[in-house]
């Protein structure tokens, strides 16, 4: 006789109705499954996609803590906070009343971008714009049409960093299409439309404030796809074009530079006597060297010359390279 073929454990289960404890498991099992959707608040852009924009908007602001001190004159710093996705209607209601708001057309998208300045945050950048350092009014108001005007110059800066950034994405052009300082006045796309909001805190000298980017998702869902694990090459240099405007900003720089003689000892009495038109004899020798400092460090070597009748210092030794220039 043939040997008769046994069951297995698991044919066996198969076979066998399930009983009240495994269909419970089972119920839990396709419960876990289950993601919960939100359909009013739903999400148009993929973790991913997220991470990508996260990634931009931190080189962006990047970008603007190196560029913005050149602009103002004053110790500034971008700190990203957050990139969410939320109703239209949620990032109004999220703004301040007044606040500063300019809404800009996109092209080649045929979109709108929204950028938000905080008010802590406007009106010091407007009075340093003006002249002052960077003081705000003493009463919360809304900006003027004058001052927003002025404004405008602050952000063609944040505007043309922005649009370098994403130019391994996109050829964004820019340009004002409405200023607003109340948000509920805001009206660029339908309350229910899903939004990209950025998040950022704004330092400008002792003044600190916030600003926010808001991004439709119809102006990203043209190029979302192109973002990839880094949303800016990081092996990529700057462009000749920015590097030349660096160039040209930091030569208009201004610092001390001074000429150290031998010291010269001097009674207090005698110090005391000086006048105008008094002469101090020092013991520095005409032939030697003396140290040429840029504020207080030593950055050349030099020796008292003359020229067109003044004296001067001649730079003889730069970083252990000899140069020619002479410094009145």
Known sequence: MPTEELLTDEEMAALLPETPADEAAAERSRRGRIVPYNFRRPDRL????????YMLHDQFANNLTSSLPLFLRTVSEVTLISVEQQSYTDYVRGLSDPTTIYTLSVEPMRSVLVIEFSSS????????LLGGNGQGPNEVRPATELELKVLEGFLSVVTAGYIDVWKPHAKLETEIAGRETRPQMLQVVPPNEV???????VQIGDAKGSMSLCLPVALLEPVVDTFGGSAYPAN???SPEATAALLRAVSEVRFPISCQLDHLPIAVGDLNSLAVGDVIRTNHSVDKT????????TKFVGKLASMDGKLIVQITNANDSAGTKAAN
């Open 236 to 238: 990529e240099g700057a």
């Open 195 to 201: 939004v990209a909001t950025i998040s950022y805190q």
């Open 290 to 297: 003396l140290n040429v400092c840029i504020a207080d460090a």
């Open 46 to 53: 993929s973790k991913e996609h997220v991470r990508a924009l």
């Open 121 to 128: 945050i406007a009106f010091p950048i407007i009075d340093r």
